[in-house]
T-cell receptor
Framework: RKEVEQDPGPFNVPEGATVAFNCTYS??????FFWYRQDCRKEPKLLMSVYSSGNEDGRFTAQLNRASQYISLLIRDSKLSDSATYLC??????????FGAGTRLTVKP | DVKVTQSSRYLVKRTGEKVFLECVQD?????MFWYRQDPGLGLRLIYFSYDVKMKEKGDIPEGYSVSREKKERFSLILESASTNQTSMYLC???????????FGQGTRLTVV
């Protein structure tokens, strides 16, 4: 079983839709959590950190549930430019850092 | 801005060659990582380092070794390249165990 699991998708949604991604992790010795975005043939880039109380950045909302060991990302009012692969990331107390396999999102006109 | 630089964007090597992939970061980060990324498999951790001369194995260390002689540089070594090591290799660095990581642009390695 992978340490960090994501639904690979693909998610195909129309512009303006709301879409949610979930990610589960198996190792409870987790320290911090992030969502990254990766465009085709590019390196991953930080989208947002995920805090225990939940956090929002414009159209993006991230939530963490430590008891159930999952994190989520909600994108509201999807734009064409949101099309990308979204990666959830877990960092551990021993400095290790693991990625989910990514969820591919395509936003269509 | 943090800059993580990988020495090559594209590399073609022959089976059996010893291959060095270099990664340099300019922000005095403690942690550095090497991943490979393959379609459908996501990013898989090969090795990481949390200090100079310190290294830890990730999920797939077989066939690879690493070197961190200086804080800013983390090298990935393929002792004897094989065709199943054809992949995109991504280096990352992070200030500590809590903060986000920054990636290099990746090296697409082809072993023929």
């Amino acid at each position: 079983r992978k340490e960090v699991e994501q639904d690979p998708g693909p998610f195909n949604v129309p512009e303006g839709a709301t879409v949610a991604f979930n990610c589960t992790y198996s190792n409870s010795a987790s320290q911090s959590f992030f969502w990254y975005r990766q465009d085709c043939r590019k390196e991953p880039k930080l989208l947002m950190s995920v805090y225990s109380s939940g956090n929002e950045d414009g159209r993006f909302t991230a939530q963490l549930n430590r008891a159930s060991q999952y994190i989520s990302l909600l994108i509201r009012d999807s734009k064409l430019s949101d099309s990308a692969t979204y990666l959830c990331v877990v960092k551990y107390e021993n400095n290790d850092m693991r990625f989910g396999a990514g969820t591919r999102l395509t936003v269509k006109p | 801005d943090v800059k993580v630089t990988q020495s090559s964007r594209y590399l073609v090597k022959r089976t059996g060659e010893k291959v060095f992939l270099e990664c340099v970061q300019d922000m005095d980060h403690e942690n550095m990582f090497w991943y490979r990324q393959d379609p459908g498999l996501g990013l898989r951790l090969i090795y990481f380092s949390y200090d100079v001369k310190m290294k830890e194995k990730g999920d797939i260390p077989e066939g690879y070794s690493v070197s961190r002689e200086k804080k800013e540089r983390f090298s990935l070594i393929l002792e004897s390249a094989s065709t199943n090591q054809t992949s995109m290799y991504l280096c990352a660095s992070a200030r500590d165990r809590v903060t986000e990581a920054f990636f290099g642009q990746g090296t697409r390695l082809t072993v023929v």
